[in-house]
C-alpha cells in the first residue's frame, strides 16, 4: 500500500483543500500522473500520483480540508512499484532549507500583534514632504558642542526632530489625539515616542511632555532611554502613555519608508537621510541637503489639509531651526 499525504506546499503552510480528484476510487493510475488537485494559501497544485497502482481509497473528499501530514488517499501498488520508498510528494516542491530559528514570542510578538490590529483598525494614508536640510545641518553643526557641554549627551537629529515634532503639535493638536469608540479624545500632555530597534525587536520609550522640554534636555532624556531600551532595563512608565511617535531611519540611509501607526495615537512621523541633491533654487540648480519627512496618519481621525499643516510647520522649523531655541 502507498499513501498519498497531504503536502506541505510553503514555509507557513499548515494544511490544504481538496478541489478535484482526478481519478475514483478504483481506477488505475501510474507514477508521476496528475491525481488530485489542491489549494493551500489560495494557489491551486496539482498532486502526481507517488507510485503506479490502483486508486483504492479517498481518505478526504472534494471540498475538505485536512492538515498537512494527513493520509489523503491510498494506492494498491503494483509490482514494480514495491520498493519506492515514502515524504517523495513533499520534497518534489524543493522548499528551501531553514538556517535559524527565531521564537515568535514575547517581545516581537506582542508588537506584531499591537501593529496588525492598528492596521486592520485604523485608515492609513501617508503624506510625504521634502524638505531643504540646508540651515539644520549648520544648526546641528553650531549647536551639537554647546548641547554637549550643557547634558552631557551627543545632540542628535532625533532629538532635534522630537522638538520639531512637539512643537508642530501644539499647533496641530487633532494629530495628538486618540479614538475611542465614537469620540475624538484630544490628549493635552504631548509625549513623543521614539522607535528604537533592539535585539529582541522595536521597542518605543516616551518622552513626557516633549513640547515642554529643551533641547539639551532631550538630548540627555533620549540618550538615557535608548541605552535603556538596548540593555531591556526600561520601566513601564517609561514605555506608556506615548501620543504621537517619531521613527528616524536616516542612521541607517533610507531615504524613505511607510510606518505603521503605533496605537492607540492616531499618526507617526518618519523621517529619512539627508541627502545631497540638485534643486533648483531662485531659478538655477544648485546642490542642497534634503530630507523626507513621512507622516502616516488615521485617516478616521486627521484629514489631509490638517496633516499637510502639520508638516508644513515642521518644515519650517527645519528650515530655520533657530525657532527650536525660543
Known sequence: MREVVM??????????????????????????????????????????????????????????????????GIIEVSEKSQEVKEEKIVESFELPKIAKV???????????????????????????????????????????????????????YTAILVKAAALSLRENITLNSTLEKDEIMIFENINIGVAVSTESGILVPVIKDADKKSLSELSFLLKKLVEKARKGELSAHELSGGTFTVSNL?????????????????????????????????????????????????????????????????????EEPNILMT
Open 7 to 72: 503536502p506541505k506546499l510553503g514555509m507557513i503552510s499548515r494544511q490544504g483543500k481538496v478541489l478535484k480528484w482526478l481519478k475514483r476510487e478504483g481506477e488505475k493510475v501510474e507514477e508521476k500522473e496528475p491525481l488530485l488537485e489542491i489549494e493551500s494559501e489560495k494557489i491551486t497544485y496539482t498532486i502526481e500520483a507517488p507510485s503506479s497502482g490502483i486508486l483504492q481509497k479517498i481518505m478526504v473528499v472534494e471540498g475538505q480540508e485536512a492538515p498537512v501530514g494527513t493520509t489523503v
Open 102 to 156: 527565531i521564537p515568535f514570542k514575547d517581545l516581537r510578538e506582542k508588537t506584531a500583534q499591537r501593529l496588525s490590529r492598528s492596521y486592520l483598525e485604523a485608515v492609513h494614508v501617508t503624506m510625504m514632504m521634502e524638505i531643504d536640510a540646508s540651515n539644520l545641518v549648520g544648526f546641528y553643526e553650531k549647536m551639537r558642542h554647546e548641547i554637549e557641554k550643557l547634558s552631557g549627551s551627543k545632540l542628535t
Open 250 to 318: 536616516g542612521m541607517y540611509g533610507v531615504d524613505f519608508f511607510t510606518s505603521i501607526i503605533n496605537p492607540p495615537e492616531c499618526a507617526i512621523l518618519g523621517v529619512g537621510k539627508i541627502t545631497r541633491k540638485p534643486v533648483v533654487l531662485n531659478n538655477e540648480i544648485v546642490i542642497r541637503p534634503t530630507m523626507f519627512l513621512i507622516l502616516t496618519f488615521d485617516h478616521r481621525i486627521v484629514d489631509g489639509t490638517t496633516a499637510a499643516n502639520f508638516l508644513n510647520r515642521i518644515k519650517k522649523i527645519l
